[in-house]
């Protein structure tokens, strides 16, 4: 069985709608990591631990995964909620790597780079420790859940044809985006992130929120880890995401610290990584791919720029940013 | 494999310089000959450094006690490799396999420190009087594929994932297309170099790229299984690379390229033990048992699978050459007249692709 | 329960001083029982890492290799750190300082005289401080955070790399490989610099450590990136502009990261291929602060640094651990130097029930 050709607009359209599938595969971890960093962020810390919290996630899953697709335990509940159990061990396994950082940053007042560092240190060694045992191993991808015959129709494989992942990531932008700007608890993470000595002396525990929205962080690299392990190359194998997590970092950057924005931009990486492909496929190369590749971080420091340009020379970072809070006792 | 100890380490770092022309003695006759690896990536990658470990392993199992073999993974290919490698030299290992392009200075640097331990340094081009280079004619096997992709191809469209362009890519590239063009001369191989040589998220989106775009067949030069995660899900049929990844693509797996070292390290073990080594470069292929090729899918007709199987035997015993002329590459110009075959030093740099590749 | 932080009224120089040794006997300690928990030898593991690097001679010229770098890339770093400037893309400065050095050799490859490989060295040092510029100006220009600006810039050098070194100055006789062509003689650094076995760019390192001490501890430039980064509104009544400073500590550090890359290059690779970035731009940060910001113990805590990576490799031929061996003891020791930094300069206080308890008790 192989591709059908279809009439000329048939196949055209079939090929948008399987473009437009690889775009939301390479969009969707991006999205989901820079979207938990950037309640992180908007709570006034730096957590540059991205990358090694996305391995976590990743190699927890794929275990978790893997165990439950064991023969002896297959045909029961275990079996068929997988991978589901997969997806909330890596959130848990992100988490949990994130709160090494939250307890150097948070609690003892480290210098936020340098722990962050760590982490991308700490959570590629440990994955890669981990991992040894479950490479050449593969598992079922854990894809689309509706039934098959949606997916016949070109317009039910546009809506229904992802993985649950993949409606989760889009669902917690939007929850985020609500819960910054319309509820009194996110409005306090922000007024966190902004001045977190006037916070502080309100009443709001800076730490506490912080470690909340570290975790938070963390939870969502590890979901957006698993997504690598788990539906795009139902694999293991060490440092498989490939840098992705920088990427989410550079994305929180050019979406100026807006949800709305994050999303918009998120899709424009993804779109622009994937028509480089089909570029090259069909043999045009008018610029060197190198330079395609460079393209999100050059746009993250433009915007940067203009947006701090607009601002009149503040940038719209959240002002605490980075900054360690240690309250004078 | 020996166990060494702070003490050991620091006896034989003072010892050896006096001992050597003892040591040298005593390698080749009484005590077990250590053999080193240095390893690119992880021998967890069930690509290229997979398949370097499975020789090693093969390669003590084969020589039974007379051989014992250590290796270092994940060594960058820059001036850190250089004290890996000086590490394995100052142990004990007398034969040392250095399994990447990027350790070719460093290799020979080490190998003017250690005139008496042999160094091999794999897909390199540099050689000394104790360092001899090896590679593999890998593209012999994409002949097969390519030749039954050309043969079972319904839309004349094929898919080659490639890595860099590097000789070895792209006589890979070529080897496939000449293949499968003399099964179906209409038939196009599209192209795609992802620039890293893993990163399974990126294969598997070039891989998409390449089925939407019309290949049913898809080949991979990179290194992890992604690509054969996608044909078996887009009901596409793919090859396996350097291993058999058909538990991955239980439908699409056709056959695969088996990376296999075994036979030139068992060969060169032997010939330090017997003392008849000499430095040189050796590019072994099918004839020597170096590549190989996959059980085919259950699937493939038998008829096809007989035509790969032929392929391989003309490989063996040197009637069948993918690259023989006339050939001409992507702008039309004839690169070889018609009848003759490509000489090893014209391959071994080759930087063009033949017509009929896209991208 | 709460837990606070109090700064301590004294700081003790015997803590100070013996808290570094207190993390790595700590991170042995855990690393240890991490890998016999693994199966492996965990404390045969811990002594190859630590120990046998500094036990065992014939490895020192492999720890230096690796800490001449790190010492010079964190010096630089340090003095931004100080006045509050982070630095995050010197690993792209690094990159940039080996580009700068390979265009000059790529030019004069033809040449000969001893005025090429100074030639090499000063472009090498451009190259890295004009990629810090950048992040200067947009930050005094436009107050962007320079976290984020660096670190993007990092990205784009990376890729500046992968594009240079396979295509425009691929070696025409490296048989397609991506890498440029080898040094000459003239382009190359003595490898035997005063009869010892250690790469030229660890006596910089040295060298100009104490420099960075003299001018840190006792020039005006020093106190006033001092007081910027403690004190900025002080700073600016006493005359000391903060964008001057974020300019000057910007292109030193990115000055010495670009001498680090070109060192390194004309060192012994001498080349440039796609397997150069190793990574020692981060690595640096780390040893900034394990450092703590002070030239001496940067350059003490790059020897450590550089131990356990060559440590790392040892172990994977002795004890067969896997390679992330390595990483994992780094993230450890940085883990502990960072809390016992911070518990030292500050009393960890938990307050057990409620405030008004702690009142009336």
């Given at each position: 069985?192989g591709?059908?050709?279809?009439?000329?607009?048939?196949?055209?359209?079939?090929?948008?709608?399987?473009?437009?599938?690889?775009?939301?595969?390479?969009?969707?971890?991006?999205?989901?990591?820079?979207?938990?960093?950037?309640?992180?962020?908007?709570?006034?810390?730096?957590?540059?631990?991205?990358?090694?919290?996305?391995?976590?996630?990743?190699?927890a899953?794929?275990?978790?995964?893997?165990?439950?697709?064991?023969?002896?335990?297959?045909?029961?509940?275990?079996?068929?909620?997988?991978?589901?159990?997969?997806?909330?061990?890596?959130?848990?396994?992100?988490?949990?790597?994130?709160?090494?950082?939250?307890?150097?940053?948070?609690?003892?007042?480290?210098?936020?780079?340098?722990?962050?560092?760590?982490?991308?240190?700490?959570?590629?060694?440990?994955?890669?420790?981990?991992?040894?045992?479950?490479?050449?191993?593969?598992?079922q991808?854990?894809?689309?859940?509706?039934?098959?015959?949606?997916?016949?129709?070109?317009?039910?494989?546009?809506?229904?044809?992802?993985?649950?992942?993949?409606?989760?990531?889009?669902?917690?932008?939007?929850?985020?985006g609500?819960?910054?700007?319309?509820?009194?608890?996110?409005?306090?993470?922000?007024?966190?992130?902004?001045?977190?000595?006037?916070?502080?002396?309100?009443?709001?525990?800076?730490?506490?929120?912080?470690?909340?929205?570290?975790?938070?962080?963390?939870?969502?690299?590890?979901?957006?880890?698993?997504?690598?392990?788990?539906?795009?190359?139902?694999?293991?194998?060490?440092?498989?995401?490939?840098?992705?997590?920088?990427?989410?970092?550079?994305?929180?950057?050019?979406?100026?610290w807006?949800?709305?924005?994050?999303?918009?931009?998120?899709?424009?990486?993804g779109?622009?990584?994937?028509?480089?492909?089909?570029?090259?496929?069909?043999?045009?190369?008018?610029?060197?791919?190198?330079?395609?590749?460079?393209?999100?971080?050059?746009?993250?420091?433009?915007?940067?720029?203009?947006?701090?340009?607009?601002?009149?020379?503040?940038?719209?970072?959240?002002?605490?940013?980075?900054?360690?809070?240690?309250?004078?006792? | 494999?020996?166990?060494?100890?702070?003490?050991?380490?620091?006896?034989?770092?003072?010892?050896?310089?006096?001992?050597?022309?003892?040591?040298?003695?005593?390698?080749?006759?009484?005590?077990?000959?250590?053999?080193?690896?240095?390893?690119l990536?992880?021998?967890?990658?069930?690509?290229?450094?997979?398949?370097?470990?499975?020789?090693?392993?093969?390669?003590?199992?084969?020589?039974?006690?007379?051989?014992?073999?250590?290796?270092?993974?994940?060594?960058?290919?820059?001036?850190?490799a250089?004290?890996?490698?000086?590490?394995?030299?100052?142990?004990?290992?007398?034969?040392?396999?250095?399994?990447?392009?990027?350790?070719?200075?460093?290799?020979?640097?080490?190998?003017?420190?250690?005139?008496?331990?042999?160094?091999?340094?794999?897909?390199g081009?540099?050689?000394?009087?104790?360092v001899?280079?090896?590679?593999?004619?890998?593209?012999?096997?994409?002949?097969?594929?390519?030749?039954i992709?050309?043969?079972?191809?319904?839309?004349?469209v094929?898919?080659?994932?490639?890595?860099?362009?590097?000789?070895?890519?792209?006589m890979?590239?070529?080897?496939?297309?000449?293949?499968?063009?003399?099964?179906?001369?209409?038939?196009?191989?599209?192209?795609?170099?992802?620039?890293?040589?893993?990163?399974?998220?990126?294969?598997?989106?070039?891989?998409?790229?390449?089925?939407?775009?019309?290949?049913d067949?898809?080949t991979?030069?990179?290194?992890?299984?992604?690509?054969?995660?996608?044909?078996?899900?887009?009901?596409?049929?793919?090859?396996?690379?350097?291993?058999?990844?058909?538990?991955?693509?239980?439908?699409?797996?056709?056959?695969?390229?088996?990376?296999?070292?075994?036979?030139?390290?068992?060969?060169?073990?032997?010939?330090?033990?017997?003392?008849?080594?000499?430095?040189?470069?050796?590019?072994?292929?099918?004839?020597?048992?170096?590549?190989?090729?996959?059980?085919?899918?259950?699937?493939?007709?038998?008829?096809?699978?007989?035509?790969?199987?032929?392929?391989?035997?003309?490989?063996?015993?040197?009637?069948?050459?993918?690259?023989?002329?006339?050939?001409?590459?992507?702008?039309?110009?004839?690169?070889?007249?018609?009848?003759?075959r490509?000489?090893?030093?014209?391959?071994?740099?080759?930087?063009?692709?033949?017509?009929?590749?896209?991208? | 329960?709460?837990?606070?932080?109090?700064?301590?009224?004294?700081?003790?120089?015997?803590?100070?001083?013996?808290?570094?040794?207190?993390?790595?006997?700590?991170?042995?300690?855990?690393?240890?029982?991490?890998?016999?928990?693994?199966?492996?030898?965990?404390?045969?593991?811990?002594?190859?890492?630590?120990?046998?690097p500094?036990?065992?001679?014939?490895k020192?010229?492999?720890?230096?290799?690796?800490?001449?770098?790190?010492?010079?890339?964190?010096?630089?770093?340090t003095?931004?750190?100080?006045?509050?400037?982070?630095?995050?893309?010197?690993e792209?400065?690094?990159?940039?300082?080996?580009?700068?050095?390979?265009g000059?050799?790529?030019?004069?490859?033809?040449?000969?005289?001893?005025?090429?490989?100074?030639?090499?060295?000063?472009?090498?040092?451009?190259?890295?401080?004009?990629?810090?510029?950048?992040?200067?100006?947009?930050?005094?220009?436009?107050?962007?955070?320079?976290?984020?600006?660096?670190?993007?810039?990092?990205?784009?050098?990376?890729?500046?790399?992968?594009?240079?070194?396979?295509?425009?100055?691929?070696?025409?006789?490296?048989?397609?490989?991506?890498?440029?062509?080898?040094?000459?003689?003239?382009?190359?650094?003595?490898?035997?610099?005063?009869?010892?076995?250690?790469?030229?760019?660890?006596?910089?390192?040295?060298?100009?450590?104490?420099?960075?001490?003299?001018?840190m501890?006792?020039?005006?430039?020093?106190?006033?990136?001092?007081?910027?980064?403690?004190?900025?509104?002080?700073?600016?009544?006493?005359?000391?502009?903060?964008?001057?400073?974020?300019?000057?500590?910007?292109?030193?550090?990115?000055?010495?990261?670009?001498?680090?890359?070109?060192?390194?290059?004309?060192?012994?690779?001498?080349?440039?291929?796609?397997?150069?970035p190793?990574?020692?731009?981060?690595?640096?940060?780390?040893?900034?602060?394990?450092?703590?910001?002070?030239?001496?113990?940067?350059?003490?805590?790059?020897?450590?640094?550089?131990?356990?990576?060559?440590?790392?490799?040892?172990?994977?031929?002795?004890?067969?651990?896997?390679?992330?061996?390595?990483?994992?003891?780094?993230?450890?020791?940085?883990?502990f130097?960072?809390?016992?930094?911070?518990?030292?300069?500050?009393?960890?206080?938990?307050?057990?029930?409620?405030?008004?308890?702690?009142?009336?008790?």
């Open positions: 069985m591709f059908s050709h279809g009439g000329g607009k048939g196949m055209s359209l079939d090929l948008i709608i399987a473009a437009l599938l690889t775009v939301v595969n390479i969009t969707t971890p991006i999205l989901l990591a820079a979207t938990g960093e950037l309640v992180v962020e908007k709570s006034g810390v730096l957590n540059l631990g991205v990358e090694g919290m996305m391995l976590c996630g990743a190699i899953g794929f275990a978790v995964a893997f165990s439950c697709s064991d023969p002896d335990v297959a045909d029961t509940w275990l079996g068929l909620a997988g991978p589901w159990l997969g997806v909330v061990a890596a959130a848990a396994a992100g988490a949990a790597s994130s709160l090494l950082f939250g307890f150097m940053a948070l609690t003892l007042g480290a210098n936020q780079v340098a722990s962050g560092l760590a982490l991308v240190i700490f959570g590629t060694g440990i994955s890669s420790l981990i991992g040894t045992s479950f490479v050449g191993i593969a598992i991808p854990f894809d689309s859940v509706f039934p098959e015959s949606l997916a016949e129709h070109p317009i039910g494989r546009v809506l229904f044809g992802y993985s649950p992942i993949v409606y989760f990531a889009f669902f917690m932008v939007a929850a985020v609500w819960f910054l700007n319309k509820t009194r608890a996110g409005l306090v993470l922000r007024a966190v992130g902004e001045n977190d000595l006037s916070a502080h002396s309100i009443g709001y525990s800076v730490i506490g929120v912080r470690y909340m929205s570290v975790m938070f962080g963390g939870a969502m690299a590890g979901i957006a880890g698993a997504y690598f392990s788990m539906v795009i190359t139902p694999l293991w194998a060490e440092r498989m995401t490939a840098g992705r997590g920088w990427i989410a970092l550079a994305l929180v950057v050019f979406s100026g807006r949800a709305g924005r994050l999303l918009g931009g998120a899709y424009f990486f779109l622009f990584m994937t028509l480089e492909l089909y570029a090259k496929a069909s043999g045009f190369s008018f610029l060197p791919s190198q330079f395609w590749a460079a393209m999100p971080y050059l746009m993250a420091v433009i915007v940067l720029a203009v947006m701090s340009a607009r601002n009149k020379g503040g940038s719209q970072s959240p002002a605490c940013l980075g900054k360690p809070f240690i309250p004078d006792a | 494999m020996t166990i060494i100890n702070r003490r050991h380490l620091i006896k034989s770092a003072g010892a050896a310089a006096l001992a050597a022309p003892f040591i040298n003695r005593v390698a080749l006759g009484d005590e077990p000959l250590k053999v080193g690896f240095i390893y990536g992880p021998v967890g990658d069930y690509g290229w450094t997979w398949a370097h470990e499975k020789g090693r392993k093969e390669m003590v199992a084969a020589l039974g006690g007379k051989v014992t073999a250590d290796y270092v993974e994940n060594v960058n290919e820059d001036q850190s250089t004290p890996v490698i000086r590490d394995l030299a100052k142990n004990g290992h007398k034969l040392i396999f250095t399994t990447s392009f990027g350790y070719m200075d460093q290799t020979l640097a080490v190998a003017k420190e250690f005139p008496d331990v042999k160094f091999e340094h794999c897909t081009f540099k050689r000394a009087e104790n001899a280079t090896y590679n593999n004619r890998f593209h012999q096997a994409r002949a097969v594929m390519g030749t992709a050309g043969k079972l191809t319904k839309t004349g094929i898919g080659y994932l490639g890595s860099f362009k590097v000789p070895e890519v792209v890979g590239v070529n080897a496939f297309t000449l293949a499968a063009q003399k099964q179906n001369p209409d038939v196009k191989v599209k192209l795609v170099m992802i620039d890293s040589w893993f990163d399974p998220a990126k294969e598997s989106a070039a891989a998409e790229t390449l089925a939407n775009l019309g290949c067949f898809i991979t030069h990179t290194d992890s299984p992604a690509a054969l995660q996608v044909c078996e899900k887009k009901k596409i049929f793919g090859f396996g690379q350097g291993a058999d990844m058909s538990r991955f693509a239980p439908h699409a797996h056709e056959t695969a390229i088996l990376d296999i070292w075994s036979p030139y390290y068992i060969s060169r073990a032997k010939a330090v033990m017997e003392g008849t080594w000499k430095s040189g470069d050796s590019w072994w292929g099918v004839k020597e048992g170096s590549v190989r090729i996959g059980p085919y899918n259950k699937s493939l007709p038998a008829d096809v699978a007989a035509m790969g199987d032929k392929i391989m035997a003309g490989w063996a015993d040197g009637s069948y050459e993918v690259f023989t002329g006339p050939i001409a590459d992507q702008s039309g110009k004839e690169r070889l007249a018609a009848g003759k490509m000489e090893d030093k014209d391959l071994a740099v080759i930087d063009w692709y033949v017509k009929g590749v896209e991208g | 329960m709460r837990i606070r932080l109090e700064k301590r009224r004294e700081l003790s120089r015997v803590m100070l001083a013996l808290s570094p040794i207190g993390a790595v006997v700590m991170t042995m300690i855990v690393g240890a029982i991490i890998f016999a928990a693994l199966g492996y030898d965990g404390p045969r593991a811990v002594m190859e890492i630590f120990f046998t500094v036990l065992a001679p014939y020192w010229p492999d720890v230096a290799t690796k800490a001449a770098p790190l010492i010079l890339i964190a010096l630089g770093l003095l931004g750190n100080q006045a509050k400037v982070w630095n995050i893309g010197a792209g400065q690094y990159l940039l300082g080996a580009l700068g050095g390979a000059v050799a790529i030019l004069t490859k033809d040449m000969h005289g001893p005025w090429i490989l100074p030639l090499m060295i000063v472009a090498g040092v451009a190259a890295g401080a004009l990629w810090a510029a950048p992040v200067a100006w947009l930050r005094n220009r436009y107050g962007v955070n320079e976290i984020l600006s660096s670190l993007m810039l990092v990205y784009v050098a990376l890729q500046l790399l992968n594009y240079l070194v396979t295509g425009p100055w691929k070696d025409p006789n490296g048989q397609n490989f991506p890498q440029t062509a080898p040094y000459t003689p003239d382009q190359k650094l003595p490898a035997d610099l005063f009869g010892l076995p250690f790469p030229p760019g660890l006596y910089v390192a040295f060298a100009l450590a104490l420099a960075f001490w003299l001018v501890a006792r020039s005006e430039f020093g106190l006033g990136v001092r007081i910027v980064g403690e004190a900025p509104k002080a700073a600016r009544y006493a005359g000391y502009r903060e964008s001057d400073a974020v300019w000057s500590t910007m292109l030193i550090s990115g000055a010495m990261a670009g001498l680090a890359g070109v060192l390194e290059t004309t060192t012994q690779s001498g080349q440039l291929n796609l397997g150069f190793s990574g020692y731009g981060f690595t640096a940060i780390i040893v900034s602060f394990l450092g703590r910001l002070h030239p001496l113990g940067i350059v003490l805590a790059g020897i450590v640094l550089a131990i356990s990576y060559v440590g790392g490799q040892v172990a994977q031929t002795t004890v067969h651990v896997p390679s992330a061996t390595a990483g994992l003891f780094q993230a450890m020791m940085l883990f130097i960072l809390a016992s930094d911070v518990l030292v300069r500050r009393r960890l206080r938990i307050e057990w029930g409620s405030r008004t308890a702690a009142a009336r008790a």
